[in-house]
């Protein structure tokens, strides 16, 4: 089993930037793959970044050149920077973790944290 806790959400006007911070704990010597999804009201969740143990990171077309993921190996953790935030932005924001890196295996999700920008 693996844990997740998420920090770092809030209420940030447009242009402004966020920090988000998903810290895993458990048997996470299986995980291969780091990632951020979000989640707007009525629509699908979708893939924002991802990181794997190799370094191979994957961004989603609309984030690019805004946000940055990186992780911190010693806190086993990950960070997603989001820079120049805009109001389309705003969802719920899940931290994924995986076996394999495209998380079709061993996947775990944290319980989400709120981004709201505003125009």
């Known amino acids: 089993q693996v844990q997740l806790v998420e920090s770092g959400g809030g209420l940030v006007q447009a242009g402004g930037s966020l920090r988000l911070s998903c810290a895993a704990s458990?048997?996470?010597?299986?995980?291969?793959?780091k990632g951020w999804y979000r989640q707007a009201p009525g629509k699908q969740r979708e893939l924002v970044a991802a990181?794997?143990?190799?370094?191979?990171?994957n961004y989603a077309d609309s984030v690019k050149g805004r946000f940055t993921i990186s992780r911190d190996n010693a806190k086993n953790t990950v960070l997603l920077q989001m820079n120049s935030l805009k109001p389309e932005d705003t969802a719920v924001y899940y931290c994924?973790?995986?076996?394999?890196?495209?998380?079709?295996?061993?996947?775990?999700w944290g319980q989400g944290t709120q981004v709201t920008v505003s125009s």
């Open positions: 994924r973790v995986g076996r394999r890196a495209d998380f079709s295996a061993g996947d775990y």
């Open positions: 458990g048997s996470i010597f299986s995980i291969n793959v």
């Open positions: 990181i794997t143990s190799g370094g191979r990171v």
